[in-house]
């Protein structure tokens, strides 16, 4: 066997992330035990899965355990498991460095902070658990023998920002780790890690549940009443999801969330339920309070994990749920799918897509739950992850009128989300759907010409801001029977205004109007597709509508056009306002026949200005400017000669 010993230094946000874990002022120092057994059970599940597919590893498993050992003289405690292991590669790899993305800008992030984060925050952000036991140690030590190798490799750091790597040796495959611990020290929140019952309170809070026996060895006497070291189980090693419900309680489910997510957030809501039949299993699912950050990523690291009676397979079963549901977290327990079988298959099972099915179900009727009883806890569900659930809409045929009613929306009239069921309850008489206005901005959207009309007929109008809502409307075009409308739909006025603007205008004054209509139609030939007179103004001098049923919003033609889609340039109607002051002046210039050039000017800019009011971008700004300078000009000789003369 080779004595070198090799000094590395840890990867530079390891030693950042380990140096803000081991100076954290508020962190509780307990958690390390739970960390490293949580570690520990990991290592003996993976062996055990293995083990399911590779006879070699059989013999492995038999006794799979871990162990806690206390050394009273040398003050330290070390934490053994007979599971997978690691290799040299691998200690370098998982213990040295951080391969989280984004690491690096969140630790910039935190630097300017005031509030330094805790050791939890830190576990859950980078799974980092095992440096939390540099908080109690002055030195720790891992040796590990990865199953089916022989060599044992020797860990050893003093947290200090290097480590050494040795060849050393183990008996049989397994990892120890050793720490050689602080003094206590009350102020710091050391406790005496060698006292017995300090550990079994420790393991027994946080730990319990964990499917493998966790012994300790303690002085004890046999029958003889010799001194003997006795072998204790700590833990009862129960599956928290067979148990009675009323038997556990909200600590135990909490820290059991900490155990498979590593959020140290507790949970917003919590909920078993179990089905029989065809296929059965138990699931304990949880809705986290606050979004991981790698929710939008494809492949977040943990899902829903799958056991099958009660023995770990798997902790991002990507079958098990569907993809607008990711954010749910858990345990899937079934007792007739087969144990040994390959990831693939497993998921192409029948039996699978029984689960998921019942699973969502069950998922959406909670949420269904919590928003008819509970509707603060709902809106903060829904910040964190009402986009996500949204996409169901879209990709769940069989749910996606459930999940439009628990889907939360702005308004006219409401600045606090709401379901859509209120918005119908609130729907008038003579409305003929469900209004809405599409954008990217709430103000913008209010204070859009072509919502005037509605406004004033006293009707709601939702406001959608969320790129994926106009998919959503366009694609589903209906709920509770009653058609999504746009306000910008040029077919769509809403009744309860004078039909006819034109009412009680003089004839004359009529023919004048209509003569404009026809001379500012022949001027924007190339942008519009037709000009007429709104019945859905009050204010505005112009807006501009859609005309064609597959019409796509100009918002619509943005995104589309982001997603890389051909997207057909598409002319709408101009409508204008004829009780408008400066649509009336033009209409007296278009009947005196002058000024042909300057009226042409002008109904370019109140083309150009329609697409402003409704938050465009306009087409060719230096067009624009050109045009208004002259105008200006015009106006302010006019204004001046005036003056002079
Ligand atoms: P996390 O457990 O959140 O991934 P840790 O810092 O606690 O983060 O551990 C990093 C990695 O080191 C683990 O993901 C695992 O691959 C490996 N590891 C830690 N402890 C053990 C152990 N007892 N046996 C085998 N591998 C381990």
Not at 194 to 220: C, H, L, M, N, Q
Not at 233 to 244: E, H, R, T, Y
Not at 606 to 630: C, K, M, T, W
Request: glycine share 6%; charged share 30%; proline share 4%.
């Amino acid at each position: 066997m080779s004595q070198r010993i090799s000094t590395y230094k840890f990867q530079t946000e390891a030693r950042q992330i380990l140096d803000l874990m081991i100076h954290s002022v508020y962190s509780n120092k307990d958690i390390f035990l739970r960390e490293l057994v949580s570690n520990a059970s990991d290592a003996l599940d993976k062996l055990r899965l293995q083990a399911l597919t590779n006879q070699e590893f059989a013999p492995l498993v038999d006794d799979l355990h871990i162990r806690i050992e206390k050394d009273e003289n040398k003050h330290s405690l070390a934490v053994i498991d007979n599971g997978i292991g690691m290799n040299r590669e691998e200690i370098r790899e998982f213990i040295g460095t951080i391969a989280r993305s984004g690491t690096r800008e969140y630790l910039e992030l935190i630097r300017g902070m005031k509030d330094r984060p805790i050791a939890e925050e830190l576990i859950g952000q980078f799974g980092v658990g095992f440096y939390s036991s540099f908080m109690v140690s002055r030195r720790v030590t891992l040796i590990s023998r990865k199953a089916g190798e022989e060599k044992a490799w020797k860990w050893c750091s003093k947290g200090d920002g290097s480590y050494t790597l040795e060849e050393t040796s183990r008996d049989s495959n397994g990892t120890t780790v050793i720490l050689e611990l602080f003094d206590e020290e009350e102020e710091k929140g050391i406790r005496d890690y060698t006292d017995e019952w300090v550990i079994r309170t420790i393991i027994r809070k946080y730990s319990d549940f964990i499917a493998y026996p966790i012994k300790f060895s303690s002085p004890g006497t046999d029958e003889k009443g010799e001194k003997i070291i006795e072998d204790k189980v700590l833990n009862s090693m129960k599956a928290l999801w067979m148990k009675d419900e009323s038997k556990v309680s909200n600590e135990e489910y909490n820290e059991f969330y900490r155990h498979i997510t590593h959020d140290w957030t507790d949970p917003m809501h919590r909920f078993s339920f179990s089905m029989e039949g065809v296929t059965e299993f138990r699931g304990l699912l949880y809705i986290p309070s606050k979004a991981p950050s790698d929710l939008f990523f494809s492949q977040p690291e943990e899902g829903i994990h799958l056991y099958i009676k009660r023995v770990f397979i798997m902790n991002d079963c990507r079958a098990l749920i569907p993809d607008y549901l990711r954010f749910v977290r858990g345990v899937i327990d079934s007792e007739d799918l087969p144990l040994n079988v390959s990831r693939e298959i497993l998921q192409d099972d029948p039996r699978l897509t029984m689960i998921r099915k019942n699973t969502t179900r069950r998922v959406l009727r909670e949420l269904k739950k919590i928003m008819d009883d509970d509707t603060s806890s709902y809106l903060g569900f829904w910040k964190e992850f009402g986009s996500v659930l949204k996409e169901g809409i879209l990709q769940d045929r069989d749910n996606h009128e459930t999940i439009l009613d628990l889907s939360l929306f702005r308004s006219t009239v409401r600045d606090e989300p709401f379901p859509l069921g209120q918005y119908i309850e609130r729907m008038k008489e003579g409305q003929e759907g469900i209004y809405y206005l599409s954008g990217q901005e709430m103000e913008k959207l209010k204070n859009a010409p072509a919502m005037e009309a509605f406004n004033d007929a006293g009707f709601e109008v939702l406001l959608l801001t969320d790129p994926i809502d106009e998919i959503i409307v366009n694609t589903i075009t209906s709920f509770r029977e009653k058609p999504f409308l746009s306000v910008t739909d040029g077919r769509i006025t809403p009744k309860g205004r004078k039909e006819d603007m034109l009412d009680g205008i003089p004839e004359e004054k009529k023919r004048d109007i209509q003569l404009l209509v026809d001379q500012v139609k022949q001027d924007l030939n190339e942008k519009v597709e037709d000009v007429r007179i709104s019945e859905r103004l009050t204010n505005s001098m112009a807006c501009l509508v859609t005309g064609h049923e597959k019409s796509v919003s100009p918002k619509m033609q943005k995104i589309l056009k982001a997603m890389g889609q051909e997207v057909p340039h598409q002319k709408r109607i101009l409508e204008v306002n004829p009780d408008h002051p400066v649509i009336n002046l033009m209409a007296d210039l278009v009947r005196s026949g002058s000024e042909e050039e300057l009226l042409k000017q002008v109904a370019y800019l109140i083309y150009e200005q329609a697409v402003i009011s409704e938050g465009g971008e306009i087409e060719d700004p230096a067009h624009f400017s050109r045009d208004l300078s002259n105008i200006l000009f015009n106006a302010l000789r006019k204004g001046s000669s005036g003056n002079a003369g």
